[in-house]
């Protein structure tokens, strides 16, 4: 499994016949034969074989017609397979239920799919001896990339395969595969926790580099290069590649940024986490994408504490504040406004009272900057160039008004075409990216067009 250039699979991944165990919902259980297969797109399909329809046996078909609700029940299934193997899940699911005449009498069918299943291998006597030397192999959903890379990092050696000639993205391709040869078997479990956590931060950034989300759906465990164990995640597709930001010719290239210059610390704290993950969605229309792209902009604004200042000084804005609050609840102001009114729209003292009660509560926001010049600092700070450009921050900021308030975008002779203000926006969200991580190199621009650039920050400001 998880062969670096896997051809495109046409049967089951792998599979288990004639499982023995059990099924179990609350404190109510029985027992089964199971056929267990995996598919090549990652789903956990499970055929229980006939059950004998009886009073002990009734309650799992009731079970299954009366609890549906707004999300299918969950069974918990555990079965042994005739080498050993133990099979788990407590998220079965069964999609399909009834019931059918034979010769041995009435019987009930059930069929359904995990949405994961852990496999833990029978031990051998070679386990004893193998007891040091811990890898974790994932096997990821549509890697598109050419031969691999390694690189050395905190938790070991860190290896990135993808399939060059990939045409289905939902297939499981690719791998990434953490190599520490100093854990023991005494520190699996601890180890594993650190490298699930490491592989989804490596593979969030590689899902930038790659334009698509990249994740992981089957994770096999090694002690002394013998398999141990194997977890399923189930299918995770995300569609094809939209703009990504390398070819896929050179994504390994981007290992090490990803292993060695990304954190779940520095994703939080910079919002890169949340950022990116809106960068990369799947989306039909240009406005869903620029939107999502806005976002992405919005939420690393309001992670950047020097982007996010206030227009005046807490104490100086106070002081404002009392004053025209002092202003507003003056009975003249209230006069002035009643009389502004015309004899026809009849204003009275209490919708005059509601609106100074409403304003005076708005007046607190007027300290903090508009969006548009905390997105201009966040790039400037992180210096950023903007020069080629051809749309500003605040025309793109502008287009993100029009959007949410008039939806559909419809477009006139004095305003940007949409695909110019999306390709305009995503250029400067990459390069914020980019310049977040610290990377400096070739990249794949869309600005105009499909094409490598360099990319390279501004010099200090003096």
């Known amino acids: 499994m998880g062969a670096s250039n896997q051809p495109e699979r046409t049967g089951p991944l792998i599979e288990w016949k004639a499982c023995v165990g059990t099924i179990a919902r609350g404190d109510r259980s029985l027992d089964v034969v199971c056929d267990v297969t995996v598919s090549s797109r990652g789903a956990i399909e499970v055929v229980v074989h006939d059950i004998p329809l009886t009073d002990h046996t009734w309650w799992v078909l009731e079970s299954v017609t009366n609890e549906r609700g707004l999300r299918l029940p969950d069974y918990k299934l555990e079965l042994r397979a ?52 811990v890898i974790a192999k994932y096997t990821t959903v549509g890697l598109k990339a050419f031969g691999q890379a390694s690189v050395e990092s905190d938790i070991g050696r860190v290896t990135l395969a993808g399939v060059h000639d990939l045409e289905e993205y939902d297939q499981l391709a690719g791998e990434l595969r953490i190599d520490n040869s100093e854990a023991t078997v005494d520190d699996v479990d601890g180890w594993l926790a650190v490298a699930d956590a490491r592989t989804r931060d490596i593979l969030l950034i590689i899902s930038l ?49 990803a292993a060695n210059h990304y954190s779940h610390s520095l994703g939080a704290e910079t919002g890169l986490d949340v950022a990116i993950e809106w960068f990369v969605m799947n989306h039909r229309y240009s406005e869903a994408r620029f939107l999502a792209t806005i976002s992405a902009l919005e939420h690393l604004v ?18 404002l504040r009392g004053a025209v609050d002092e202003v507003l609840r003056r009975e003249e102001t209230r006069l002035s406004i009643l009389e502004s009114f015309s004899d026809e729209q009849q204003a009275t003292r209490e919708l005059v009272d509601e609106a100074l009660v409403e304003i005076r509560a708005k007046f607190g926001n007027l300290n903090a900057r508009s969006l548009q010049t905390k997105a201009g600092a966040l790039l400037a700070d992180y210096r950023v160039p903007t020069d080629d450009v051809k749309l ?47 990377y400096e190199g070739t990249y794949y621009s869309f600005l105009n067009g499909p094409e490598q650039m360099q990319f390279r920050r501004l010099p200090p400001r003096a």
């Open 209 to 257: 580099a790659a334009g698509r989300f990249v994740r992981w759906s089957v994770r096999e465990v090694f002690v002394g290069r013998i398999r141990r164990s194997i977890e399923f995640h189930g299918p995770h597709g995300s569609g094809a590649p939209y703009d990504p930001l390398l070819h896929h010719m050179v994504l390994t290239d981007f290992l090490d940024v």
């Open 302 to 319: 309001s992670k950047h504490a020097s982007a996010a200042g206030s227009v005046l000084p807490r104490r100086a804005f106070a002081a």
């Open 82 to 133: 005739d080498n050993g193997d133990q099979l788990r899940t407590e998220l079965f699911h069964i999609l399909t239920s009834g019931t059918k005449g034979t010769q041995e009498g009435s019987v009930i069918r059930l069929r359904g799919t995990a949405a994961t299943m852990t496999v833990g291998h029978a031990p051998t006597d070679e386990w004893d001896a193998a007891n040091s030397g």
């Open 392 to 438: 500003s921050v605040g025309e793109l900021m502008a287009m993100r008004n029009q959007l949410v308030h008039r939806g559909i975008h419809r477009g006139s002779e004095d305003e940007p075409e949409l695909l110019v203000a999306v390709s305009a926006l995503r250029e400067l969200v990459r390069r914020l990216f980019m310049a977040i991580l610290g």
